[in-house]
């Protein structure tokens, strides 16, 4: 380049003097926006309510930002809102931590190594039901093994698991329920047996009890043996200076249950607060418990929310644990991130694609520290290779592409972004103090204060989803009637309990039973004294071929399953549609009649276009298909709707027209059908009465709740029952 081209961002060559832009001011702005408005108000059309109860403004300027202390904090110091980490993922990038749910370690396994070889970084892993309720699957209910996760319940399970793997440069995350005692022995047996040093292990084996109970509704043990437990991991592990954790604080389930941000935020520091409290009740300090932590988030669709809800994740933990009298490395939060199940559909699976997609990019510029990213396929079947490998990708390419982890905090600096976490911090800690004053987490489910704001929450997405004021691509918006449906696979269950059994049996019978009978005996007599060798006489057992039923019932003495309280219900918003739309599939399979609705549009083009697109759009969210008539001479047009035999016939038209094209065309089509059902595209409310006394049967319009609506067409012509 020629010496005389200076680099044109240069200030001291610069062309351009920005003294002379003066800044508008907001109220000319406003005034501006108003008067384009033409009367309509600008609270209404401008300011954005969102479910956190916050109000978003159009713009956002340096003024908004002037008092949020943390704006100035820089990455790696306290709040910790920009990052726990000076370097953020410089020095060490997120976890690609996918979770595998297939049903056996065999299947996992296989899996596994193809992953982990081909851009996963870290172990993820969930145990089925029955393992969650600490039974072997030889005395488990037919149906419960291999549900919901993997069973597990041998140190020859582990081996098979791992078989192949470097468990020492790959990190291993297993959720194991409401106490990760019974697992942790499995895994550490299996290093004692292959003489693993112990600290070779990193990830983290998982307890949530309140996590439990709140999806559950109760606990397969009462929750202060759980509890005593959790301590006594605790302790072992921060002895041993092990790098596994053990505390797990899952808000994934307040998330997907249809709560907010600000109740994921509030509940999840209600329950980190209630394990700081109870570990210290057993003598365990702040800061040997806060280190064992992590915070696991679901993150969804709305893009800025997540980031903000991450960053003020951080900054709370950090003030409460500073509040308790921690040290500033407790301070630092952990999170593992996984993109929403609330908001992923049955039809249309690839549109789950891209909600995952922004979901990731939430989740890590917000700053996660391990990221699932959904199987656009799982809420009908269990992954293959090819919806792992996509799903992996997106993690991929958010840092091999984007270049993500090159850049810490990159929302920093936005004064939209940093209002937004100001604002879910404090709507959050306001909830967090609530539920601290009514005696904390675990008397407020049992009060069910949570259900019930949660349940408050989700009542209002489901209205908007009814509506389509929150839309669903593919499913309550632009349905693809052309696509076939998903077939749902589920795994053959009684196949895999006998398979598990045949196994259990065949392990009991390979092991030196005299061997294990006294290394549960010597477990057994440590399990009421301060025992420090607990953990160790536990691993033991397992090495020695116990299996995890037997170590849970070794443990535990006289223990009961405690408080039953009135569960959070996990579901997903699309299946109000998704079952509509079965339905109207099933009907039509079963008698070989399509259902099909006649949009009768009168007059010119430009009347009736964006009548019949949205009569359209609204029929086939219900799986619906529509055929357009276009009318020129009304007095025909009953007997040519007739020909088509449609149960259902829309008018669209414009408002003007409909004055003169309802009263008659009723008239004739109530003479020809009167089982016809008449709809008009539109709510002209000075002619709501007129209209119906005329043959008028319904009205669909912009606001409607379309479910409801179809819900009721589909019962009146026999759908339904």
Not at 421 to 441: Q, Y
Not at 613 to 626: L, P, R
Not at 703 to 709: D, H, I, L, P, Q
Request: net charge negative; glycine share 6%.
């Amino acid at each position: 380049m020629s010496e005389n081209h200076s680099n044109i961002t240069s200030k001291s060559d610069s062309i351009l003097d920005f003294d002379e832009f003066r800044g508008a001011s907001l109220k000319a702005w406003k005034a501006e926006v108003e008067r384009l408005l033409k009367g309509a108000s600008f609270e209404k059309k401008m300011i954005t309510k969102t479910y956190e109860g916050l109000e978003l403004q159009p713009i956002y300027r340096r003024e908004d930002v002037k008092n949020l202390a943390f704006v100035d904090s820089i990455p790696g110091q306290p709040p910790f809102t920009r990052s726990a980490e000076t370097a953020g993922y410089n020095i060490k990038p997120w976890d690609i931590s996918q979770k595998l749910p297939y049903p056996t370690v065999e299947s996992i396994n296989t899996a596994l190594v193809k992953d982990l070889n081909a851009g996963q970084t870290a172990i993820s892993i969930k145990l089925d039901k029955a393992s969650r309720r600490f039974v072997d699957p030889d005395t488990a209910e037919n149906g419960e093994v291999g549900r919901n996760g993997t069973s597990i319940a041998t140190v020859e399970d582990i081996e098979k698991l791992l078989t192949g793997i470097d468990i020492k440069a790959t990190p291993i995350h297993l959720q194991a329920g409401a106490s990760s005692l019974p697992l942790l022995s499995l895994l550490f047996g299996y290093m004692k047996r292959h003489k693993y040093g112990f600290d070779d292990l990193s990830g983290s084996i998982k307890a949530d009890p309140i996590g439990e109970l709140a999806a559950l509704g109760e606990l397969p043990i009462d929750i202060e043996t759980a509890l005593n437990e959790m301590a006594r991991i605790v302790n072992w592990l921060d002895s041993n200076s092990l790098k596994v954790r053990t505390v797990a604080i899952d808000a994934s389930i307040y998330h997907n249950s249809g709560g907010s941000a600000v109740e994921e935020l509030a509940y999840s520091m209600a329950t980190g607060v209630e394990y700081l409290r109870q570990m210290e009740k057993r003598d365990i300090p702040i800061n040997e418990t806060a280190k064992q932590m992590v915070f696991i988030y679901s993150v969804g669709s709305n893009f800025f929310t997540e980031i903000a809800k991450f960053r003020a994740a951080r900054m709370l933990w950090s003030k409460v644990i500073h509040d308790c009298g921690g040290d500033e490395t407790a301070q630092k939060m952990t999170i593992h991130s996984k993109t929403s199940f609330y908001n992923k559909s049955t039809y249309d699976p690839y549109v789950n694609l891209l909600r995952a997609t922004t979901e990731a990019f939430s989740a890590v510029a917000g700053g996660c520290d391990s990221l699932h990213v959904g199987f656009f396929d799982d809420t009908y079947k269990q992954p293959d290779e090819f919806s792992r490998r996509i799903a992996r990708s997106i993690q991929i390419i958010l840092k091999e592409e984007s270049h993500l982890d090159k850049i810490i905090d990159p929302a920093g600096g936005s004064w939209y972004l940093e209002n937004l976490t100001g604002m879910l911090a404090n709507k959050a800690w306001d909830s967090f103090r609530e539920i601290e004053k009514s005696g904390g987490i675990i008397e407020a489910l049992i009060s069910g204060v949570p259900q019930k704001r949660i349940e408050e929450i989700n009542n209002q997405r489901l209205s908007n989803i009814a509506r389509r004021k929150d839309v669903f691509v593919g499913t309550n918006m632009h349905a693809n009637l052309a696509e076939k449906p998903s077939e749902r696979q589920t795994p053959d269950y009684a196949a895999i309990y006998e398979q598990r059994n045949r196994e259990i049996e065949s392990f009991r019978n390979s092991i030196d039973k005299d061997n294990k009978s006294e290394s549960i005996e010597r477990l057994y007599e440590s399990v009421s004294g301060e025992d420090n060798n607990f953990v160790e006489k536990a691993i033991d057992a397992a090495a020695s071929g116990a299996t995890l039923g037997e170590i849970a019932k070794t443990i535990r003495k006289n223990v009961s399953k405690g408080i039953t309280i009135y569960p959070l219900r996990i579901h997903r918003g699309p299946e109000l549609f998704e079952v509509l739309r079965g339905s109207v599939e099933r009907y039509e399979s079963e008698t070989g009649i399509p259902i099909k609705v006649t949009l009768a549009c009168f007059g010119r083009l430009s009347e009736y276009k964006a009548r019949e697109d949205f009569s359209a759009g609204f029929f086939q969210a219900g799986g619906f298909k529509t055929e357009t008539l276009a009318v020129k001479d009304n007095d025909g047009a009953a007997d040519e709707i007739n020909i088509s035999k449609s149960p259902i016939v829309v008018l669209c038209s414009s408002d003007d027209s409909y004055q003169e094209i309802v009263p008659s065309f009723c008239e004739s089509m109530k003479k020809i059908n009167s089982d016809t059902t008449l709809v008009l595209a539109g709510y002209p409310k000075d002619k709501i009465e007129e209209y119906r006394k005329a043959g008028i049967d319904e009205f669909i319009y912009m606001g409607a709740n379309v479910y409801e609506m179809l819900v009721k067409l589909s019962k009146k012509i026999g759908v339904r029952s």
